[in-house]
């Protein structure tokens, strides 16, 4: 028996020209075009004529279907439709899982989804199935479609990548864990690449092993106390999980659990080769500086703010019952009249192990022109933007520009897209301005006007300005001066505005918030950085300044500090202004002893006196502050954000530049 063939739609044309010709007779083009002249043929048989009939029809036949093996098609949805024509559905399927694969290959994910989540790919087979979940996975993985990972999510189990032969088992493996993960579970995805680990001895087990860590380190405590462990390696890492979320454990003591549970579970994978972080924990937490040059000004304008950090650092190295007092040796400089260019020279043919200062941004400067510095250096300020940090400068500070950017960062967390903001004139406000404006963009939110202010400014004129009062009232006047006489008119705020910003001291703040609801402003949520609150409560003066959102350190907004209680006994430059840099020289002690870690852990942080203290890869010490609102008066401590705000916060000091 003939088979039929499958032929292209020229072919078929051909074919249908060939049959309509009359069997007996055939026509050649002589010279002219326009004449034909019949040609004599032998006589054709009955037989070759059923043969030659049978054969056109099988052949018309087949001009209804296209060979899906060789066809590449342009789209999810041709594909689809081509499929749908296809009598054969086996064929059909995997001509739709082949052109899945193709979109993949040309990065065209979405038209892949569009193929693989389509009711044409039920009823596959085994070897079909395996196929059409690692596609999904790459997909769905490529798309960071958190809800189709959740899908695929339900279809999986820790074996699952153990269905792939051995040449795909690594790939399926990943992707089974960057699908779990996407959906939230953390925990399928530790133990996905734990059984990898036990399948596949030609991995890396470092990367594997940070990879595990990762995961299991963002489970919070309930979610390791209700997992059931599942043989030796997974108890182990659960173990490890759960001691690593000791309450209130700071690095030291982090260093020390690992130690501990690396002699609990000796024979675990993990205890040979530990995660990157824990190993440098465990190494790290014990080495710190001993030799350590406090460089302060004690003379002059910044007499008092050098005077403050250097009581917090010596009140929290004494209070630090981990600090060896026979090893650690702080001596303190002056640095109000010398260049720190020279005394930093002189200091690096010491012993000194690690300078804290100079507190002086110029004074830090001086050191911009070293390629690095042999003896690391903690500034207390922020180098300018077009200064570059030397390798070996570290920098912490109490930053109003950090501040600006985390009021930014609320606000887009707070789903309010459209600011006026009231910022005071002056360098200082420039910066804040300036911060403020860079962040807002990066959030993606619209800052509609801007009002700068003296202090000794009507402050009425400037917030009917800000709300667009002033504007209102102008085109009332114009309408007058048009027709010719008085009309009743109620000026109107605009409307577009969701939030205020509000940089002032607390003199100017207690003005401005009531003229806000004056001028039809008192709806809209009122935002301010530290500088708003003086650290003490004053509750008859500041409720005036009730609702409004602001930012400040832990030190002030949650004072029930151990160490704040035995400061405040010894010494009196723990509240204010002045009790912030208190707090900002206690956290540079705890900086200073941990240094290594924070430059060595990506994810290391302090919880400090004035916030959560990150570094990045730069050297600069990042800070995350607290929110707090004013209620009848009082600074009241609000819950966290759901997300954490990863950029530094500050608070208003003394300019130091």
Known sequence: MIAPRRVTSTQCEMDRELVNLPLNTRHHKPNHPETTEPVMIKPISSRTILALLTLLIMTISGCATVDLGEHRAESAQQALAMAAEEDQPTVARDYLLRTASNFQDQGRHDQARTLLKSPQLGNLTPEQ???????????????????????????????????????????????????????????AAARTLILLSQTDSSLGAQELHDQIWQHLQSLDASELEAASPRGFEDEGWLALAQAMQAPQANLDQQGRIVRRWQNRWPGHPAAQIPPTPLALLAELAGSRPENIVLALPFNGRLASAGEAIRDGFLAAYYADESADREKTDIRIIDTSDDSFRETYRELSDTSTDLIVGPLDKARLAELTDLETLPVPVLGLNYLNDDDKAPAGMHQFGLSAEDEARQIAQRLAEDDLRHILAVIPYGSWGDRVERAFRDELNEQELVLLDVQRFMEDENLRSVTADLLGITVSRDRAIDVERTIGRNVEFEPRRRQDAEAIVMVAAPTLARQFKPLFAFYYGGDLPVYSPSIIYEGTPEPSRDRDLNRVNFTDIPWVLAPESGLREQASEHFNNTRGQLGRLFAMGADAWQIAKRLPLLQRIDDASISGLTGKLTMDQEGSIHRAQQWAQFRDGKAVLLEEPDEAVDQTTAEQEPDTE
Do not use: H, V
């Not at 074996?159 to 953390?186: K, W």
């Open 129 to 187: 199935e395996r196929q059409r979940r690692l596609l999904a996975m790459a997909s769905a993985q490529s798309l960071d479609d958190k809800s189709w990972a959740s899908e695929l999510d339900q279809q999986l189990d820790t074996n699952s990548f153990l269905d792939y032969p051995d040449r795909l088992m690594t790939r399926a493996a990943q992707l089974q864990t960057d699908i779990q993960a996407l959906a939230g579970n953390r925990l």
